[in-house]
T-cell receptor
Framework: SQTIHQWPATLVQPVGSPLSLECTVE??????LYWYRQAAGRGLQLLFY??????ISSEVPQNLSASRPQDRQFILSSKKLLLSDSGFYLC??????????FGQGTRLTVV | DAKTTQPNSMESNEEEPVHLPCNHS???????IHWYRQLPSQGPEYVIH???SNVNNRMASLAIAEDRKSSTLILHRATLRDAAVYYC??????????FGAGTILRVKS
């Protein structure tokens, strides 16, 4: 069956520390993968999307980056976290023309 | 990205139908109309999507205007668990899914 995994669920990190959030998909190949962020009380902001292993598009300039080391793995990273990076991070897999599947989300608090 | 316009908020009584409107006058022929909802402190949940014809599923119905410039999500009998932010999104086939502000639906008992 097709599933999407995202971890960790919760993270508290100091300002200036690095970040690595991982997302993996099972049961499909060459998935379209997305990273979203939702700040407290705000809407979902598209950060990155990838339609292939060598194709990652950035939607918002920031201190975050995304990589796709394997076909079904999507990683969100930062070298130095800012307070403004706090939020709810969601990975999504969107099969073309079909419904999107979301991971469980990571609640990141930068202190 | 083709844009959608939704009311900021709507209110409904429990057990009554709810019609959530969405305007998308710049929709292109390849844009699918998606609806998602987000409950507090949770990720988005798929509700329904369609291209040209009206669609029904166990959660809701989607009525698409003939010119496709607007659509309406219909919840046939609202419950307290339907209180959420509802997002209407246009997404070309195989292309990115961009969320707008959505409509906050409040359901009164």
């Amino acid at each position: 069956s097709q599933t999407i995994h995202q971890w960790p669920a919760t993270l508290v990190q100091p300002v200036g520390s690095p970040l690595s959030l991982e997302c993996t998909v099972e049961g499909t190949s060459n998935p379209n993968l997305y990273w979203y962020r939702q700040a407290a009380g705000r809407g979902l902001q598209l950060l990155f999307y990838s339609i292939g292993i060598d194709q990652i598009s950035s939607e918002v300039p920031q201190n975050l980056s995304a990589s796709r080391p394997q076909d079904r793995q999507f990683i969100l990273s930062s070298k130095k976290l800012l307070l403004s990076d706090s939020g709810f991070y969601l990975c999504a897999w969107v099969p073309p023309g079909l419904e999107a599947f979301f991971g469980q989300g990571t609640r990141l608090t930068v202190v | 990205d083709a844009k959608t316009t939704q009311p900021n908020s709507m209110e409904s009584n429990e057990e009554e139908p709810v019609h959530l409107p969405c305007n998308h006058s710049t929709i292109s022929g390849t844009d699918y109309i998606h609806w998602y909802r987000q409950l507090p402190s949770q990720g988005p949940e798929y509700v329904i999507h369609g291209l040209t014809s009206n669609v029904n599923n166990r959660m809701a119905s989607l009525a698409i205007a003939e010119d496709r410039k607007s659509s309406t999500l219909i919840l046939h009998r609202a419950t307290l668990r339907d209180a959420a932010v509802y997002y209407c999104i246009l997404s070309p086939y195989g292309n990115k899914l961009v969320f707008g502000a959505g409509t906050i639906l409040r359901v009164k008992s």
